[in-house]
Nanobody, 121 residues
């Protein structure tokens, strides 16, 4: 069993930056594909970024967000720059055992509880 705990969310102004962290338990973290999703009120959960051997991004965040991981610390990060009000959402960390990043929620094995990001205009 893997537990994921997100942190780093908060209230910021448009143009500001935030860094989210997701700490994972378990010895096989380095083999998992890790992704960030987000869900705004009244909307479906959507893919933001993923990392395994490479990185993938949603078009809406490409060039502004950066996903990275530190396998020694069992942690994945999401650096978010130039934040916009439309980035406001609950951000979730997700892990997939087979190491393949996919953009749909149903293929992930583990989820964190989410962290709120609010961007004011």
């Amino acid at each position: 069993q893997v537990q994921l705990v997100e942190s780093g969310g908060g209230l910021v102004q448009a143009g500001d930056s935030l860094r989210l962290s997701c700490a994972a338990s378990g010895r096989t973290f380095s083999s998992y594909a890790m992704s960030w999703f987000r869900q705004a009120p009244g909307k479906e959960r959507e893919f933001v970024a993923g990392i395994s051997g490479s990185t993938w991004y949603a078009d809406s965040v490409k060039g502004r967000f950066t996903i990275s991981r530190d396998n020694a610390k069992n942690t994945v990060y999401l650096q978010m720059n130039s934040l916009k009000p439309e980035d406001t959402a609950v951000y979730y960390c997700a892990a997939r055992r087979d190491g393949v990043v996919v953009r749909t929620t149903q293929w992930y094995n583990y989820w964190g509880q989410g962290t709120q990001v609010t961007v004011s205009s």
